[in-house]
């Protein structure tokens, strides 16, 4: 079996602060929603006029597919925050490095649910994303997942650094 040893000088806590703001600053966005969601349910409830109540449907599902977006985004940030810790623990040997492969794996789920999120909001318009900001958090998060993914491998020799 030809193995080659990868090593990676990484700020393990550097990385759980960066994704542990991600998952607060997601659970912030997710109360808005879902507070907007309530409001267009209740403004619905007093709207007589069709029209108007064409569009509350239409900010409804709207606001459930932001809604969906943001729950992705939490959950992919749980995810990233669990592989360092995950790093940390077998670099402490308290786990066993498999367990890396099955957070890799969790974490690709994750991407392409998070992508196909965004790609079902692009069609309404710059308030949520252009196709440049898919292409360019597309691109984000793949170069993430391939820096990461290596080093989750059980059956490649890899040694991370820690730099905390």
């Known amino acids: 079996m030809n193995t080659e ?3 990676v000088s990484c700020d393990l806590s550097e990385q759980i ?13 997710l109360k808005d929603v879902e507070t907007g969601l309530v409001m ?9 006029d069709p029209e108007q109540i064409v569009e509350f449907n239409r900010m409804k599902v709207l ?22 810790n995950s790093f940390r623990a077998v670099i402490a040997g308290r786990s066993d490095k498999r367990v890396l492969k ?9 991407i392409h649910e998070l992508l196909s999120g965004i790609e079902e909001l692009i069609p309404y318009g710059s308030d949520f994303y252009t196709e440049e900001e898919y292409r360019l958090i597309s691109n984000a998060l793949m170069k993430e997942y ?15 650094v820690p730099v905390d």
Request: hydrophobic letters at 40%; aromatic letters at 4%; one cysteine or more.
């Open 5 to 7: 040893t990868v090593t």
């Open 40 to 48: 267009n349910a209740l403004a619905q409830i007093a709207c007589d």
């Open 102 to 110: 099955l957070v890799a794996t969790k974490i690709k789920e994750a």
């Open 63 to 84: 606001g459930e597919k932001r809604k969906v977006d943001i729950e992705n985004k939490i959950h992919f940030h749980k995810l990233m925050v669990m592989l360092f």
């Open 146 to 160: 391939q820096a990461w993914s290596p080093l989750c491998d059980h059956l490649n020799e890899s040694i991370i």
């Open 17 to 29: 602060i960066k994704h542990t703001r991600g998952i607060k600053c997601g659970e912030d966005a």
